[in-house]
């Protein structure tokens, strides 16, 4: 380009500018507005999110706050509580799963006992102070009309637990038990008990079970039948059973 042609494009351009700065003359601007770029808040880093929440949750009163909260954070506020729920579950789990039961009775037609204070007094017998270690008293098992047998669903169910040595010591009426022993589910006494235990019982020692009718050790559990204990053939715990039975040998009758 030559020194002409420049010169000539030179004022031109000044041309052109002098009349775009009338039109803003006459607009009522003498310079043009410069505007920031605007800044979406996708473009911004995790921690410049996050001072802009705190920002704009700052400058608001409590009901906006929580209105703004349960908009934008429920899921994150119900995560979190499934989280502590879940949290609880697993640490009931974990301690549940370190209970080890040192003797399990269970009483028959005994649903309106109580037996929280019996499981403490054979606790302290036995002698234990680990907290983990637990007798269980069950009062889910019941007889049909006549007395004689379990109803349906306690059948199954006392199968069930005698199978995987659930139950130790059976409370029950004398015709139940005298059905259990002919279906081999009772231990002889004298291969649990000791001669001294037995001998203390008296008349009241049977074969395969002894009368506890009128003991005070069961006064707790407010049995309304004459009632007998019997160990079972698989018991896993027959040695604290028989610490129990001996102490109830020493029991007042009333």
């Known amino acids: 380009m030559s020194e002409e042609q420049k010169n000539t494009q030179g004022e031109e351009e000044l041309k052109e500018n002098a009349i775009q700065r009338k039109i803003r003359m006459m607009e009522g601007n ?3 507005v410069q505007t920031e770029p605007r800044v979406y808040e996708s473009d911004l880093s995790r921690r410049e999110r996050r001072l802009l ?3 704009k949750i700052k400058g608001m009163g409590l009901e906006k706050k ?3 909260l349960w908009m934008y954070y429920k899921f994150v506020l119900f995560g979190l509580i499934g989280l502590i729920i879940l949290g609880f579950v697993i640490r009931d789990w974990y301690e549940n799963s370190k209970i080890e039961s040192i003797l399990t009775i269970s009483v028959i037609n005994g649903g309106l006992s109580e037996p929280e204070l019996l499981e403490e007094e054979i606790r302290t017998l036995l002698g234990t102070t680990d907290k983990y270690e637990e007798v269980q008293i069950s009062t889910s098992l019941n007889t049909d009309s006549t007395g004689k047998e379990l109803d349906t669903n306690s059948q199954m169910v006392f199968v069930a637990q005698a199978s995987v040595q659930g139950i130790d010591v059976l409370l029950a009426g004398e015709e139940l ?3 259990l022993t002919e279906a081999d589910y009772l231990t002889e006494l004298d291969q649990v008990l000791s001669p001294e235990t037995l001998e203390k019982f008296g008349e009241d020692a049977k074969t395969y079970y002894v009368c506890l009718d009128g003991n005070k050790g069961l006064e ?3 049995l309304g039948y004459p009632v007998y204990a ?3 053939v ?3 715990h027959p040695e604290n059973a028989a610490v129990w039975l001996d102490a109830l040998s020493e029991e007042a009758y009333g």
């Open 30 to 32: 003498s310079e043009p």
């Open 53 to 55: 929440e705190k920002e």
């Open 66 to 68: 929580i209105q703004y």
């Open 177 to 179: 038990l005298q059905g």
């Open 220 to 222: 707790s559990l407010e």
């Open 230 to 232: 019997a160990v079972l």
């Open 234 to 236: 698989n018991a896993k």
